[in-house]
């Protein structure tokens, strides 16, 4: 089992950051991959970023040049800077991991103002 608790969120005017964090229960080391997904009222979940064992990372064109996913396996938590944020960033963050089963959080909500 891996609990993660995800925090950091909060209330930005549009242009401003923020850096959602993602800890985990257990060390993420052997983890196949986490990333952040969003979910925005009446839509879909979506992701938004990945980062591999390996390192490697994937990002949702719509924040492509504007968020970074990061680690620190030292503390076992993953990253999500988030710059320029637009209205339309405004949803509920969630972190997952695959690590033999998908695991995910309760979320943190994101909210940016016009």
């Known amino acids: 089992q891996v609990q993660l608790v995800e925090s950091g969120g909060g209330l930005v005017q549009a242009g401003g950051s923020l850096r959602l964090s993602c800890a985990a229960s257990?060390?993420?080391?052997?983890?196949?991959?986490m990333g952040w997904y969003r979910q925005a009222p009446g839509k879909q979940r979506e992701l938004v970023a990945t980062i591999t064992k390996s390192g490697n990372t994937n990002y949702a064109d719509s924040v492509k040049g504007r968020f970074t996913i990061s680690r620190d396996s030292a503390k076992n938590t993953v990253y999500l800077q988030m710059s320029s944020l637009k209205p339309e960033d405004t949803a509920v963050y969630l972190c997952n991991a695959v690590f033999r089963s998908d695991y995910w959080g309760q979320g943190t909500q994101v909210t940016v103002s016009s």
């Open positions: 257990r060390s993420i080391f052997g983890f196949n991959s």
